[in-house]
């Protein structure tokens, strides 16, 4: 059977991933928390074999998460299992570390089968993507913006678009301010912008 810790700071999505599983036979739900944070808090007390996360979690998002799970517990897989566009999300998160990608969209079913993929050692992305980064790499050119950007790109510009100041996308990430403005330069450059508020514009297009 599947232990899964279930991350998600609206009560709605883990009562009903409660619900969707209470009378499993190859999942079981071992805790659900609200923040990043609280992950931690129950890994330490508890055995489990697949996080499913959100990326918007308080305290610690969840690209945080994964790699600090790399280093404290990196027999735990994860699944990202979030409403942002998949396209964006999922191959920075499968690089920084997560198992598996899937969407708030897809049915139960699916759900399932991505958990039992990934506790079976696989990876899981939607078919849609995967048929698409298949055709990106046979291909010599390609603009989507999964290739466009880094994972801590997407990190930081997710953040800004949230209204977060450099100061404190520095304290959340653990860089110094200086860098924040590298990256910011860096998305400026990549998503072909010149401001601030075009940026935000630019994702909040990409749904981030």
């Known amino acids: 059977m599947v232990k899964l810790l ?27 928390v609200a923040d990043g944070e609280a992950i931690f808090d ?16 308080p305290k610690l998002n969840g690209i945080s998460v994964l790699r600090r799970l790399k280093k404290e517990h990196p027999n735990v897989k994860t699944i990202i299992f979030s409403g942002q566009q998949e396209d964006v999300y999922a191959i920075s998160t499968i690089k920084a570390g997560a198992d598996g990608f899937i969407s708030k969209t897809e049915d139960l079913l699916t759900l399932k089968d991505a958990i039992m993929k990934v506790h079976l050692g696989g ?10 980064i298949a055709s990106n790499k046979s291909k010599s050119r390609g603009g989507s913006y999964f290739k466009k950007l880094s994972t801590r790109e997407v990190e930081v510009l997710k953040l ?16 110094n301010e200086k860098t924040v403005s590298t990256y910011k330069a860096r998305l400026m450059k990549k998503l072909n912008v010149s401001n601030l508020i075009d940026l935000v514009n630019q994702a909040n297009n990409l749904n981030l």
């Open 6 to 32: 279930v991350a998600d700071q609206y009560p709605i999505i883990t009562k009903g991933i409660e619900l969707v599983f209470s009378d499993s036979r190859d999942v079981k739900i071992v805790a659900t």
């Open 42 to 57: 129950v890994l330490n007390e508890y055995y489990v074999d697949i996080i499913m996360c959100d990326i918007d979690l």
């Open 123 to 132: 990876v899981y992305l939607s078919p849609a993507l995967s048929k698409k």
């Open 160 to 175: 800004l678009s949230n209204g977060r100041r450099n100061k404190e996308v520095a304290e959340e990430l653990n860089i």
